[in-house]
């Protein structure tokens, strides 16, 4: 089945650094790539995807591009914002329709 | 747009009871229906899926007959957790899905906090 690998937290930062979550996947066909952002007792919200191989999601400053040669979608974020603080879920979705999720990586961004 | 509600927020019960949690897709109709379930610091774990007007396909190790999911029309889909115990308190989460395959994308509603005392 589909699987997903993403870093490990927390990832503590200082605002304004440089941010790259990395994610891996594995996926039969092709799959469409998600990250994911869950703030403190909410649900998930879209941050970005990717549906194409080379394909680079963007929002609020967060990109990603699909890799499909290294299965790769790192999220990076050039300067990040106390207000970035979270827990961030690469995704994958494959031929069935269902998302596979990483384990997520807590943010903290600290002044 | 693509906006998903859950309710109730959160809710307390005492074991035994039964709990409904109703997903609502409020400004789209959607394909599919899936219920998640999050512990404490832990990844989404998909409970099951479900598509309106037949029954849902749960995942391995989900219990059916206790995790019942009635999926009524395109834009409602519920949750009953039958005779709840401590163990079943967790964060529901739902989402309904359009596309089909690798072009499903999915929107998440906020979540339920379940606690069972």
């Known amino acids: 089945g589909d699987s997903v690998t993403q870093m490990e937290g927390p990832v503590t930062l200082s605002e304004e650094a440089f941010l790259t979550i990395n994610c891996t996947y594995t996926?039969?066909?092709?799959?469409?790539l998600f990250w994911y952002v869950q703030y403190p007792g909410e649900g998930l919200q879209l941050l970005l995807k990717?549906?194409?191989?080379?394909d680079k999601g963007s929002n609020k400053g967060f990109e990603a591009t699909y890799r499909k040669e290294t299965t790769s979608f790192h999220l990076e974020k050039g300067s990040v914002q106390v207000s970035d603080s979270a827990v961030y879920f690469c995704?994958?979705?494959?031929?069935?329709?269902?998302?596979?999720f990483g384990t997520g990586t807590r943010l903290q961004v600290t002044l | 747009g693509a906006v998903v509600s859950q309710h109730p927020s959160w809710v307390i019960c005492k074991s035994g009871t039964s709990v409904k949690i109703e997903c609502r897709s409020l400004d789209f109709q959607a394909t599919t229906m899936f219920w998640y379930r999050q512990f404490p610091k832990q990844s989404l774990m998909l409970m099951a899926t479900?598509?309106?007007?037949?029954?849902?396909?749960?995942e391995q190790g989900v219990e059916k007959d206790k995790f019942l999911i009635n999926h009524a029309s395109l834009t409602l889909s519920t949750l009953t957790v039958t005779s709840a115990h401590p163990e079943d308190s967790s964060f529901y989460i739902c989402?309904?899905?359009?596309?089909?395959?690798?072009?499903?994308?999915?929107?998440f509603g906020p979540g339920t906090r379940l606690t069972v005392l």
């Open positions: 995704a994958v979705t494959g031929t069935a329709s269902k998302l596979t």
């Open positions: 996926a039969t066909g092709y799959p469409s």
């Open positions: 990717a549906t194409k191989a080379d």
């Open positions: 989402s309904a899905g359009v596309g089909a395959g690798p072009y499903n994308e999915q929107f």
């Open positions: 479900s598509n309106e007007g037949s029954k849902a396909t749960y």
